[in-house]
């Protein structure tokens, strides 16, 4: 029910989803072909969302997860919270940048919720 974006030549994923029921949205890395989760060593990374009335930035934040043990710095799930996202149906976004392993991917263009 999310939008997966590809990076790369199907390198990796990211599946972004929104909770319809609040204001937070979720990311989770994939490996390719969305196959097994994929933890990345970040702490945060931001996305920009184009709106109507202007840009805002999304911050999301690793998710640790005791029971699978996923820690900050070594997770597949990342977190935003914005005020915004609980009315947001739809929106062009791009991911800024991402260092995945050692792949740098920049500017990766994709619609919420129909993906890329």
Known sequence: GGA??????EDF???FLHNPDSDTMTAWFFTPHMEDY?????DSFDVVAKL???EQIL????????????TVGDTSQFE?????LKNAEHFDAVL??????????EG????YPDGD
């Open 4 to 9: 997966g974006v590809v990076l790369g030549k």
């Open 13 to 15: 994923h990211i599946e």
């Open 38 to 42: 994929l933890r990345i060593k970040t």
């Open 52 to 54: 109507p009335d202007g």
């Open 59 to 70: 911050t999301f934040k690793a998710v640790a997860n005791p029971a699978t043990g996923e």
């Open 80 to 84: 935003v919270r914005s005020g915004w």
């Open 96 to 105: 800024k940048k991402i260092l995945i392993r050692t792949n740098l991917y």
């Open 108 to 111: 990766v263009s994709f619609n």
